[in-house]
């Protein structure tokens, strides 16, 4: 006998056309379920190509962000590999039997075949193990994060079904009397082993049943990857990605004023108000809770997982979502974000479950005037959150002994203080240390006396008018003045100038103050000559890490003082000071305690961070733990100016 | 049903007005102007007063246009409708040419129950119009009140908290009655941000801009002609230099303390 491919080898005729039937079912009712389910998104076809684009990179990299959890993340990966080759497996055998051999060609013959048959065999086991691996963590492990639904299960045996069926049917015609004895069936090295058990089995009789439900198996799975969860694979191809960086504004505040016309929908009014892709996310979730697992406030025992607010936003919209999604979400839930974005950088499938909450926000604030903190009121009436006179600011900048910057005459660095730098006696010392540093490298650089809030504060906690109000009012105030660079010391100013203003037309060079560091000790301005002996923690700030990808230049700064050694938390967790969280009187367990006790596993002396709410938050949290000054909190400039002696 | 009229002043922030000792006058350049502080505690008065017992509130002030934005303000906050007093006739008005006007005002609105003042601005700190403005509209009227506790809607009484020195009176009064506020009796709300767009966009459906005559004024009751008090001079108190020590509780602390309290001539 030929070494090759026995095309529907002892499957009768009616077998055949019990698949067709089945396929042709399965398939009517999978298009049905993408029409409804469009139609439910509100999909807008001519989006959809721009979003394909890329998404083979992106779900390798979604792979890659599975891979951060070494169960979870092989189970999935073998899943997915092994289903990847069955498939393509399947094409080939598709593309052989209904196109080749119509033209008399053959493709899986001899060696070829054989190593096709390995290879099908080695991805039907991977699929089968990493199967295995998710019915054994459903059934036995259980993580908390997990919904564990029947449904869940079912899906697994289903799948597992589908895996075993296809090697027993590969183990049947093995063990048919035509292949039995044919050395070069080894090969099909898992099917071979199945064949020897079945050996003394009439085959001929239970092979078309067997055929017969790995068609009704794979008939059931089709329409599954629309009405289960299994629809997270179709649906991570078409979703949209919405970055953190970017919060797209819900109406623009000079067209609205010079237009004279209110005709638009703000926030989480209801899920009419979503965009498309941002209802379509809602269904390609598929509740893995590792944003739930990375989010500080789910941490700190708060009402808030983004897995939940996902999840009964979603219900909301099956259930025909018309009526107020507001009330989907508790307000409590809502104001215990932080915005610190780590479920968005954790989604496996790159979506943002943040984004509802700062949607829901919106609606509460923009539309409603619910705010629980007076810190806005004070923006919009004294021009920061602290609610301190303008004067206050003045008279201490006043004592800085700097430069304010003059019309008509470039500095190399403006330096934005912020309402932190002017107002906070913490941050204000950070000021010192950075602008004495910076006279110390001979940096041309000059500040603002007349600046007021950045905004950050209105735009995360939902008012809208306001943050536009003040992007106007500072765009005014930047074109009065020339610099190479605006620098921040605050990483909430830093990420609204560098990736809110923009969407107004205010583009400006904005860098951190660590990256103006780093840059300055690599181009050799910054000599650092003390030794600092010293284990040194650094603390992530969300603005900076998850928001910009600004991690290693602080590290690379602290790395750059000798004596110093920088140690590593185990993971990375905001410090709660976010989103209004500074602002925001919080009850029970607090983040900022969580996360100084995180700091704390890693044995430092110190903890460096770079950004005014981290450091008020882990001087409060040592006050509370009774660790006021055993252990000091400092921004990396301010280390970095006692390693310069 | 209730209607409330709430006078408002739009002021600059006097945390930030600065005294020039040479010229006797106020800085003011680059100062913002606010909501006189108790004002905004007046507003949300009369807004959670509308909640309890339904009706409107209209918010009013006599000023220049630029408190068009104090209003739109109020307006953002809740309220129905914002009147501005405007006239160059008003201008150089004390007191009692402001109460007459904003007197004649409230009239004009017509069917009022409450009328509502911040206890005093923080400008001129007089504490004047809500007494004055009580007297010329013949109704009774109440200084520092803390609270209304209740109003009687069909027997037309309410019944109020008013702080005095050693405590704190409960009042009852007849409808229409005149009270002032003070600051941090309540918690001013969020004035609603669409709001605000909304009365920005349309601003005629929510603000009215009245003259002297549009109330019926009389010319010499109002403004420098109706005002019987000049601003003479200004002179700014010389500031006195608060100092803090904080020592740990002992007994040498506590000795240097009589000795300083001693030293201040305070004991």
């Known amino acids: ?645 | 049903m209730l209607n409330m009229v709430v006078g408002i002043k739009w002021v600059p922030d006097t945390a930030d007005v600065r005294f020039d000792p040479v010229r006797g006058t106020l800085i003011r350049e680059g100062v913002e102007s606010i909501i006189n502080p108790p004002d905004l505690n007046a507003i949300e008065l009369a807004l959670s007063l509308k909640e309890k017992y339904g009706g409107r509130v209209y918010v009013i002030s006599m000023a220049p246009p630029a408190a068009l934005k104090g209003l739109k303000m109020a307006v953002a906050m809740g309220a129905d409708k914002a009147i501005l007093l405007t006239d160059r006739r008003f201008a150089g008005a004390d007191t009692l040419a402001t109460s007459y006007a904003l007197a004649a005002a409230i009239k004009k609105v017509g069917s009022y129950d409450i009328v509502i003042f911040g206890e005093e601005t923080i400008d001129s700190a007089t504490g004047h119009i809500g007494p004055e403005v009580g007297e010329m509209l013949g109704v009774p009227h109440v200084s520092y009140v803390k609270s209304v506790l209740n109003v009687d809607v069909a027997s037309r009484v309410v019944e109020l908290e008013r702080e005095v020195e050693d405590g704190v009176e409960v009042l009852r009064s007849k409808l229409p009655v005149v009270i002032s506020v003070g600051v941090g009796i309540n918690s001013p709300r969020y004035p609603i941000p669409i709001r605000r767009l909304r009365a920005e966009v349309e601003a005629d459906k929510y603000v009215e801009t009245w003259s002297a005559d549009t109330v019926g004024a009389d010319s010499n009751r109002i403004g420098l002609q109706g005002s019987p008090t000049r601003v003479v001079k200004i002179i700014a108190a010389p500031m006195i230099e608060r100092r803090r020590e904080v020592h740990q509780h002992s007994r040498e602390a506590l000795s240097l303390l009589v000795r300083r309290l001693k030293e201040w001539e305070v004991l």
């Not at chain 1, 049947?172 to 071979?192: E, K, N």
């Open chain 1, 1 to 645: 006998m030929a070494v090759q491919r026995e095309h529907l080898f002892m499957v009768p005729g009616w077998d055949v056309s019990l698949h067709y039937v089945l396929m042709a079912l399965a398939l009517a009712l999978t298009l049905y379920g993408v029409y409804r389910r469009f139609s439910m998104y509100g999909v807008k076809l001519i989006d959809l190509p721009s979003t394909l684009r890329g998404r083979l990179g992106l779900a390798l990299r979604s792979e890659a962000r599975l891979l951060r959890e070494r169960y979870g993340g092989l189970m999935h990966t073998l899943m997915v590999a092994g289903l990847i080759a069955l498939f393509v497996g399947t094409i080939l055998v598709g593309l052989e039997h209904d196109l080749l051999m119509k033209v008399g060609q053959r493709i899986l013959v001899g060696d070829a075949y054989l190593a096709f048959e390995f290879a099908l065999d080695l991805a039907g086991l991977l699929f089968v193990v990493g199967v295995l691996m998710a019915i054994v963590r459903r059934v036995f492990f259980k993580p908390d994060r997990l919904e564990n639904r029947g449904e869940d299960v079912a899906i697994l045996l289903l799948l597992l079904y589908g895996g075993l069926s296809g090697f027993v049917m590969e183990g049947l015609r093995l063990a048919s009397p035509a292949f039995s004895h044919q050395p070069w069936i080894t090969a099909s090295f898992v099917g071979y082993a199945f064949s020897r058990a079945l050996l003394g089995l009439s085959v001929e009789d239970v092979y078309p049943y067997v055929w017969a439900s790995h068609s009704l198996a794979m008939a059931i799975a089709i329409p599954l990857l629309v009405y289960s969860k299994l629809r997270h694979f179709p649906l991570f191809f078409l979703c949209p990605t919405y970055s953190l960086r970017e919060l797209k504004a819900p109406f623009n505040l000079d067209e609205v004023l010079r237009g004279r016309k209110l005709d638009f929908k703000v926030g989480l009014e209801s899920l009419d108000a979503l965009s498309w892709g941002l209802r379509l996310s809602l269904d390609a979730c598929v509740k893995c809770g590792r944003c739930q697992d990375a989010c500080p406030a789910y941490r700190a025992n708060k009402v808030l997982s983004p897995r939940e607010v996902v999840r009964r936003l979603g219900g909301l919209m099956m259930a025909g979502g018309r009526g107020e999604a507001g009330s989907a979400l508790r307000e409590e839930e809502v104001w215990s974000c932080t915005t610190c974005g780590e479920c968005v950088v954790t989604c496996p499938i790159f979506l943002n479950p943040m984004r509802y909450i700062i949607e829901a926000r919106r609606h509460l604030v923009t539309n409603l005037g619910r705010v629980p903190t007076t810190a806005l009121f004070n923006v919009m009436i004294m021009g920061n959150p602290y609610g301190l006179p303008r004067s206050e600011k003045r008279s201490w900048m006043k004592g800085l002994n700097v430069d304010y910057a003059k019309e008509g005459e470039e500095v190399e660095v403006l330096l934005w203080i912020g309402c932190a730098g002017a107002y906070d006696a913490r941050a204000q010392r950070v000021v010192k240390a950075l602008t004495s540093l910076l006279a110390r490298l001979n940096v041309k650089f000059a500040v603002l006396g007349e600046e007021e809030c950045c905004g950050e504060l209105a735009r995360r906690l939902g008012d809208e008018v306001l943050f536009q109000e003040v992007v106007k009012r500072n765009a005014e105030l930047f074109k009065k003045y020339s610099f190479k660079a605006l620098v921040t010391l605050c990483p909430h100013c830093y990420n609204s100038f560098k990736n809110d203003y923009p969407e107004f037309g205010v583009r400006l060079n904005v860098k951190s103050h660590v990256e103006l560091m780093h840059e300055l000790a690599a181009s050799g301005r910054i000599k650092v000559g003390r030794a600092l002996d010293a284990v040194v923690v650094y603390h992530d700030p969300c603005y900076l890490r998850n928001y910009n990808d600004v991690s290693s230049e602080p590290r690379g700064v602290l790395r750059a003082i000798s004596g110093l050694k920088l140690v590593e938390a185990a993971k990375h967790f905001c410090c709660g000071g976010g989103g209004g969280g500074s602002w925001i009187e919080a009850e029970g367990v607090r983040m900022n305690v969580q996360r100084l006790e995180d700091l704390l596993e890693a044995k430092p002396d110190m903890i460096a961070t770079a950004c005014p709410y981290c450091i008020g938050m882990f001087e409060d949290a040592l006050k509370s733990k009774g660790l006021e000054g055993k252990l000091e909190v400092k921004d990396v400039c301010e280390v970095l100016a006692s390693a310069l002696g």
